[in-house]
């Protein structure tokens, strides 16, 4: 019958108890088509305004005057730039300074999903990136590099953060899908590796060891993945004929907060306000909102 609206899934028909024990034993899961088409539309907008300097709001090193001096994903909270070239993009950040953005980190279901997965009443946002992986052209390969989110998170309390990885378009192994090591959530010792300087091989070592299982994640536009932070995961490069676009958000239950890390500091450090002891405050609801539950 024309004329009717068809009413969005509830989160418990998305996510299943069934589904819940899958993410607990595994450190991942993938969700059925969810997201309609307009909400990715106007984020893939949001997308290229960010790359042309077409922002909504500044962030306080957005003013920095040398922005373009800095390579790509170092130093510099901006990320990439045009002058960095046909290179992998990650830009952190980019929610708080495009609408277009916002409102897809802000899509509700997503959220909810992710309460359900994780068992959090309150969530958070730790932070989001914007990830754009070229064609492979030989001279250009965008690996990203294994690793695990918590290596980078060191000064949060929680160990039980975690990721929703969603693409504008279909994400298949041909274009650089994200893989993950099933189950590597739930080792209790840390691998001896410098994940920032191994080699993209190193990996095969860990599952021989390890006797685990590389999974590759494929979704179709409209699904969301999710992951633990202590999944390791990474992607090769993208041999398609079409850029890999997609938007991260990272998470945090409402009970997350700073501890001190000698060894470690994060971006989100420096942009939070401080808390009355003079610590990060990881509930600054100007970087990191709420997003579970959401009002209305």
């Not at 676009?245 to 994060?266: A, D, T």
Request: aromatic letters at 10%.
């Amino acid at each position: 019958m024309s004329g009717i609206t068809q009413s969005p899934p509830s989160p418990a028909s998305l996510v299943t108890d069934a589904d819940i024990a899958f993410y607990r034993e595994h450190g991942y899961w993938v969700s059925p088509p969810f997201i309609p088409d307009e909400p990715l539309d106007i984020a893939e907008q949001g997308m290229y305004r960010l790359y042309a300097d077409d922002v909504d709001h500044l962030l306080d090193w957005d003013r920095r005057s040398d922005l373009d001096s800095f390579p790509p994903g170092r130093y510099s909270h901006w990320g990439w730039r045009p002058s960095h070239g046909d290179v992998m993009r990650k830009n952190d950040y980019s929610s708080l300074r495009v609408t277009n953005l916002a409102q897809l980190v802000r899509f509700p279901l997503i959220a909810a999903c992710a309460a359900r997965l994780s068992g959090n009443d309150e969530l958070r946002l730790w932070h989001d990136q914007l990830l754009y992986k070229p064609v492979d052209t030989g001279r250009n390969q965008a690996n990203v590099q294994w690793h695990t989110d918590r290596f980078y998170w060191l000064t949060c309390s929680s160990e039980d953060m975690f990721t929703a990885w969603i693409p504008f378009a279909d994400v298949s192994q041909e274009n650089g899908a994200m893989s993950v090591v099933d189950g590597s959530h739930r080792w209790s010792d840390e691998l001896d590796i410098d994940w920032q300087n191994a080699p993209f091989s190193v990996i095969g070592d860990v599952l021989s060891a390890r006797g685990a299982e590389l999974v590759s994640v494929s979704l179709k536009r409209g699904q969301v993945s999710f992951h633990h932070c202590k999944t390791i995961h990474g992607s090769g490069p993208n041999r398609s004929r079409e850029p890999r676009r997609s938007l991260v958000v990272h998470y945090q239950p409402g009970s997350n907060h700073y501890l001190v890390e000698r060894h470690r500091r994060h971006p989100n450090d420096d942009l939070v306000r401080r808390t009355e002891e003079g610590d990060p405050d990881y509930s600054d609801p100007d970087v990191c909102p709420e997003l579970y539950p959401l009002d209305a």
